[in-house]
């Protein structure tokens, strides 16, 4: 028996499939315990840290990212929108195939999606748009027999690092214990999601790595700005006292002017003098760092959304048709964002799970992550009829998932079309003249002559008059319908109930001798002109 491997060509190890591998460890490398390298953050020591994911050690990387988003208001609310907005969306699946196995199979992971940590589940995932990838391990329950997905927990980005060779397969530190040195992931147990907001190396495609030189320069602004209002925000306290005032009296003054700034109250002397010397003209410099800061806000949104009318409230912008635009900008980041993870948990979770049950298959259920379109149920379903009517094949799974029906279950009472229907209201159809077909339809006699047989055009006719009677019934129906009919429903009602089946037998024989006829004429002439 070949070798069960994932997507990956990772071999399939059944013993860990039923234990923690990437949980962190006492003592061990992967330590939940981490350090922060903004404290103190540095032009130079940005560029350090940068070099050194890129040079296959992410760790401080990994953490500094975390810290942005922590630290950084406006960062982590554009990210966490973009974050929920796929998050909160339903997922479906699609069959492989109507058969009952790819159904039943289908219907396993429809009811594995029913779970409520699924939202938080996905949401973590999720993490790889700021850090450019993320790692989310299968915790398999295997209590009963069969495998299932019990959760998906996120794993810390700091436990992993990438094979020095490509910078782009992912490794354990610590291997599976936590203690040796990094080891390969095993198969069947890690969701890897990516999604680059740039092409290029994991630890290079996320948003952090744009953001973390924004964040520091904002950074900067804001301390300035603290300085700066720190200073300027209260007026200078100047104290005056007399040529003949004492230490003491000096004393007392400094305390009453240094008091004023907290206490905002002191008692001097009266002997003495207390002066407010306001700052002027300081607006200016104080809206320099707020457009400082804001410049570097809607940069930060473009990186995130792509956009930024829909999270900076702008002249021109909220309300505007720039505003549909930008919103529509967004959405194209989200319908991307829903297929990139789209395809990871399938590719990581759907077809592994499959080959774990059933083994290898041809075809895998798909899940899929997509806002539905707004769509006209009752053209669909217009449209369905038209095209069935006139021959073409149509998947039954496949409509039922457009309109939101789920396939019946066994034994369920089902609705069926009605064999016969009338309108509520309208003419007494009882008092329509149905057609009136002949008891038995005439034979048309071909005659056996010496001389060669009639000429086509007489053998129509002959077939023509028998069928005469048949479509004189028939159009007197119908022109009776059409002068009674309100509308064209009505009319299709009218001629669904008037003609069926067994009133038309009689007729189809007529045609179907005709048809005859004309072939055997047709092989005739073909015989006599090659005489």
């Not at 028996?1 to 990956?8: C, F, Q």
């Not at 109250?265 to 400082?292: C, H, Q, W």
């Amino acid at each position: 028996m070949a070798e069960l491997v994932d997507a990956s060509g990772r071999p399939l190890k059944r013993d860990t499939l039923k234990r923690e591998v990437a949980g962190p460890t006492i003592g061990g490398v992967r330590s939940p315990i981490a350090n922060y390298p903004a404290d103190g953050l540095t032009p130079a020591r940005l560029a350090q840290i940068l070099r050194d994911a890129d040079q296959g050690e992410p760790l401080e990387y990994f953490e500094l990212a975390e810290i942005i988003e922590e630290r950084d208001l406006h960062y982590a609310g554009v990210l966490a929108t973009r974050k929920r907005a796929v998050s909160q969306i339903d997922i479906t699946v699609e069959a492989a195939s109507d058969s009952a196995e790819d159904v039943a199979r289908a219907d396993m992971i429809r009811d594995w999606l029913k779970r409520d940590e699924l939202a938080d589940e996905v949401f973590d995932m999720l993490d790889a748009i700021g850090k450019g990838i993320s790692f989310t391990e299968i915790m398999w329950d295997v209590s009963e027999g069969q495998l299932w997905p019990s959760r998906l927990e996120w794993r810390d980005p700091r436990f992993f690092t990438f094979e020095r060779r490509d910078l782009r397969t992912p490794r354990l530190r610590g291997g599976e214990d936590g203690n040796q040195a990094s080891g390969p992931l095993p198969g069947f147990k890690f969701i890897v999601t990516q999604i680059k907001a740039k092409s290029g190396l994991p630890v290079r495609s996320g948003i952090a790595r744009l953001a973390s030189w924004a964040w520091m320069f904002k950074a900067f602004t804001q301390r300035d700005w603290a300085i700066f209002t720190q200073t300027y925000g209260q007026p200078v306290r100047i104290g005056k006292f007399h040529e003949s005032a004492s230490e003491q009296d000096k004393a007392t003054l400094f305390r009453a002017v240094a008091n004023i700034a907290g206490d905002c109250a002191a008692i001097v002397p009266s002997s003495m003098e207390i002066e407010f010397v306001e700052a002027k003209n300081i607006t200016a410099g104080s809206d320099l760092y707020e457009r400082r800061a804001d410049w570097l806000d809607r940069q930060v949104s473009k990186a995130v959304l792509g956009q930024t009318n829909t999270t900076d409230a702008q002249a021109g912008g909220l309300g505007s048709g720039q505003a549909d635009v930008h919103n529509e900008v967004r959405g194209d980041i989200e319908m991307a964002d829903c297929k990139a993870l789209s395809a990871v948990i399938n590719r990581d979770l759907v077809r592994p799970w499959i080959d774990l049950e059933y083994g290898p298959q041809k075809a895998y259920p798909r899940l899929v992550i997509a806002r539905p379109k707004p769509e006209d149920l009752n053209a669909l379903v217009d449209n369905v009829i038209k095209l069935v009517g006139v021959g073409m094949e149509i998947e039954q799974s496949e409509v039922r998932d457009k309109i939101g029906l789920s396939d019946p279950a066994k034994g369920a009472k089902l609705l069926v079309a009605p064999r016969s229907s009338r309108p509520a209201a309208g003419p007494d159809y009882d008092e329509l003249p149905p057609p009136q077909p002949q008891s038995a339809s005439p034979k048309v006699e071909l005659q056996r002559e010496e001389e060669p047989p009639a000429a086509p055009a007489a053998i129509g006719d002959q077939l023509a008059s028998a069928a005469d009677p048949e479509v004189i019934a028939m159009a007197a129906s119908i022109e009776t319908m059409v002068e009674r009919a309100s509308s064209l429903s009505e009319l299709r009602v009218m001629l669904q109930n008037a003609f069926d089946v067994s009133n038309s037998a009689s007729l189809a024989r007529v045609i179907a001798q005709a048809v005859a006829a004309a072939q055997a004429a047709g092989q005739f002439d073909a015989v006599d002109e090659s005489e």
